[in-house]
T-cell receptor
């Protein structure tokens, strides 16, 4: 079983749609959680950190459920520019090793 | 303020050769981590350097080695290249003094093709 698992993609949605990504992690000792965004042939860029209380940044909302070992990302009012691969990332706190999911590709169409 | 830089951007090698990739961290960062990203996969942790020492290592063979210099820049060396080493190699920097839980910022990567 992979340490971090994400919904298989791709997700193809129209502009303005709401889309949700789900992620589960296997190690209950994991300490910090992130969503990164990766554009085609570019480096991953931090989208947002994820906290147990939930956090929102504009159209993006991230949630963490430690009991279920589940992380989510909700994108509202999708834009063409949201098209990218979204990576769920966990840090077990062992010196900063990031563990990535395989990524979920999002394609927003006009 | 320069971000993380990596060189070269692209590289083509043949099986059995050796390669050295370079990374300069973001200003103010002292920790460098290296990741390998195969096509269609998420990045996989290779190792992390802090205070010129390898602090942690992922599940990669000894053919993968590294170094960190006093100015915090780092090199990744891969010996005896295999076709399966073809990937995007990403360097990430952070201010890792307290154990590495800080946010990591990625460089643009080096795309390695092994023929």
């Amino acid at each position: 079983r992979k340490e971090v698992e994400q919904d298989p993609g791709p997700f193809n949605v129209p502009e303005g749609a709401t889309v949700a990504f789900n992620c589960t992690y296997s190690n209950s000792a994991s300490q910090s959680f992130f969503w990164y965004r990766q554009d085609c042939r570019k480096e991953p860029k931090l989208l947002m950190s994820v906290y147990s209380s939930g956090n929102e940044d504009g159209r993006f909302t991230a949630q963490l459920n430690r009991a279920s070992q589940y992380i989510s990302l909700l994108i509202r009012d999708s834009k063409l520019s949201d098209s990218a691969t979204y990576l769920c990332v966990v840090n077990k706190g062992e010196g900063g090793k990031l563990i990535f999911g395989q990524g979920t590709e999002l394609s927003v169409k006009p | 303020d320069a971000g993380v830089t990596q060189s070269p951007t692209h590289l083509i090698k043949t099986r059995g050769q050796q390669v050295t990739l370079r990374c300069s961290p973001k200003s103010g960062h002292d920790t460098v981590s290296w990741y390998q990203q195969a096509l269609g996969q998420g990045p996989q942790f290779i190792f992390q350097y802090y205070e010129e020492e390898e602090r942690q290592r992922g599940n990669f063979p000894d053919r993968f080695s590294g170094h960190q210099f006093p100015n915090y820049s780092s090199e990744l060396n891969v010996n005896a290249l295999l076709l399966g080493d073809s990937a995007l190699y990403l360097c990430a920097s952070s201010a890792g003094g307290s154990g590495g839980a800080e946010t990591q910022y990625f460089g643009p990567g080096t795309r390695l093709l092994v023929l």
